[in-house]
């Protein structure tokens, strides 16, 4: 079992940044693919990036690539979401998510948390 709990989100100015956290709990943590999703008022859920266990690999959404870097800390159980130059169409909440396999784009993920807001004035 894998519990995840994100922080981190908030109001910022557009052109900011900002960084989420996820922590998660579990044995399994180190092994499992993690990345972040995000869900605007009235669309769909999102994949926003994904990581690897071991770091090596990150997917990001082909909209996000140059502004977001996700990156982990396996020893802290940790997965963080460096948001820069942040957007009007960024606002939403963003949810973690982990899975025992190479689910890449974070279809239909093993766990997810519970989301935390972002908010970005103009």
């Known amino acids: 079992q894998v519990q995840l709990v994100e922080s981190g989100g908030g ?8 960084r989420l956290s996820c922590a998660a709990s579990g044995r399994s943590f180190t092994y499992y693919t993690m990345g972040w999703s995000r869900q605007a008022p009235g669309k769909e859920r999102e994949f926003v990036a994904s990581i690897d266990w071991s770091g090596g690999r ?4 082909d909209s996000l690539k140059g502004r977001f870097t996700i990156s982990r800390d396996n020893a802290k159980k940790t ?11 960024d606002a939403a909440v963003y949810y973690c ?6 689910n890449w784009y974070l ?6 948390g519970q989301g935390t807001q972002v908010t970005v004035s103009s």
């Open 79 to 89: 997965v963080y979401l460096e948001m820069n130059k942040l957007k009007s169409e």
């Open 97 to 102: 998510a982990a899975d025992p396999n190479n």
């Open 107 to 112: 279809s239909e993920p093993k766990y997810w």
């Open 58 to 61: 990150t997917i990001y959404a």
């Open 11 to 18: 109001l910022v100015q557009a052109g900011g940044s900002l």
